[in-house]
């Protein structure tokens, strides 16, 4: 069974930053690239970040382009998630997602990934 944790999450003070890590198991890990989305309150779900299998690729949306770094460790089946300069509308659920898909074009879009975590909450105070 395929199972994708989120941690990191909590209260940050604005100007902060964060570390949210994804633990994958249940897969080949190596095969997935895996994104990072988020979803604030009434609001869509946001693309924030993803990685090729290898690592050595990444794509960034906008919004946190700059700001944060994505990075995934092969030998433990995770991924991390680092992000700067926190201000409250980075408040939001932040979840994983693993798909077979290469890193490209649709890579943004989150009916590209077949598996999900829970989420984890991060609210950022001003």
């Known amino acids: 069974q395929v199972h994708l944790e989120e941690s990191g999450g909590g209260l940050v003070q604005a100007g902060g930053s964060l570390r949210l890590s994804c633990a994958v198991s249940g897969l080949l890990f190596s095969q997935y690239k895996v994104g990072w989305f988020r979803q604030g309150p009434g609001k869509d779900r946001e693309f924030l970040a993803a990685i090729s299998r290898t690592g050595l690729r990444t794509k960034y949306a906008d919004s946190v382009k700059g700001r944060s770094s994505i990075a995934r460790d092969n030998d433990k089946d995770s991924v991390h998630l680092q992000i700067d300069n926190l201000g409250p509308e980075d408040t939001a659920v932040y979840y994983c997602?693993?798909?077979?898909?290469?890193?490209?074009?649709?890579?943004?879009?989150?009916?590209?990934?077949?598996?999900w975590g829970q989420g984890t909450q991060v609210t950022v105070s001003s």
């Open positions: 997602a693993a798909s077979i898909a290469v890193l490209g074009d649709g890579t943004k879009d989150a009916g590209q990934y077949e598996y």
